[in-house]
Nanobody
Framework: QVQLVESGGGLVQAGASLRLSCTASGRSFSRYAMGWFRQAPGQEREFVAA????????DYADSVKGRFIISRDNTKKTVSLQINTLKPEDTAIYYCAADSGRTVGSGSIYRAAWRYSYWGQGTQVTVSS
């Protein structure tokens, strides 16, 4: 099992940058592909970005491609999301998630939330115009 805690959210103005971090505890963090999702008020949770167990593969939602960068440090058991040029529509609670751990060695990453077994509590990002 793995426990996840997000940090780094806040209230910022449009155009600013933020770096979200997700710190894992538990065993074998490097086995898990990791994802970031977000949920805006009144909307469903949506995929933002994902990274494979090794960090070799990454995927982004079209809405954030070119502005968001996902990375991980397996030695520190962290996954980060660098968010640049923030827009008001980026306002949401951001969650990190870990998959089942079965993709280790394959490089597979997923956009579907149901593929992820472990979730953090989320960190709020609010972007003012």
């Amino acid at each position: 099992q793995v426990q996840l805690v997000e940090s780094g959210g806040g209230l910022v103005q449009a155009g600013a940058s933020l770096r979200l971090s997700c710190t894992a505890s538990g065993r074998s963090f490097s086995r898990y592909a990791m994802g970031w999702f977000r949920q805006a008020p009144g909307q469903e949770r949506e995929f933002v970005a994902a990274i494979s167990w090794s960090g070799g593969n990454a995927d982004y939602a079209d809405s954030v491609k070119g502005r968001f960068i996902i990375s991980r440090d397996n030695t520190k058991k962290t996954v980060s999301l660098q968010i640049n040029t923030l827009k008001p529509e980026d306002t949401a609670i951001y969650y990190c998630a870990a998959d089942s751990g079965r993709t280790v060695g394959s490089g597979s990453i997923y956009r579907a939330a149901w593929r992820y077994s472990y979730w953090g509590q989320g960190t709020q990002v609010t972007v003012s115009s």
